[in-house]
């Protein structure tokens, strides 16, 4: 073994010592409790706003298409073919899908978009989304 000098013997009692001491003050100290928090009253929660129920897709109208004097038209679902642009204009003829016309012009009437045309001679308006051009 080797030889040791006083000072370094006592410096390693010194800190045996001191674990000694910090092991033991660490048992025998009463673990604090930090004070309980007082419990804040429960927050009245706000009602969760109400999701929107999904839109429902409307099936995708057919493009109006700007028509000039001559274009034809295929009528794409059944419509009437009647004496004004307007909803509350008389009937001439109701026009099943297929049956083609041809559009003279296009005129803003009742709800958007309208064709004046001739089908059988006569000449009517027709809903440009029930028509497709060309």
Do not use: H
Request: charged share 30%.
């Amino acid at each position: 073994m080797a030889k040791k000098n006083k000072k370094t013997e006592a410096a390693e009692e010194e800190v045996v010592v001191e674990e000694a001491v910090a092991e033991e003050t660490a048992e025998e100290a009463p673990v604090e409790e930090a004070p309980a928090a007082e419990e804040a009253p429960a927050a009245e929660e706000a009602p969760a706003a109400e999701e929107a129920p999904a839109a429902e897709e409307a099936p995708a109208a057919p493009e109006t298409v700007e028509a000039s004097d001559g274009q034809i038209g295929t009528v794409s679902r059944p419509v009437n073919f009647r004496t004004g642009a307007a909803f509350s204009n008389a009937v001439i003829a109701e026009l099943k899908a297929g049956t083609k016309i041809s559009i003279s012009e296009t005129v803003q009437g009742d709800k958007g978009a309208w064709y004046k045309c001739e089908f059988d001679g006569r000449v009517g308006y027709v809903k440009a989304t029930g028509i497709i051009v060309g």
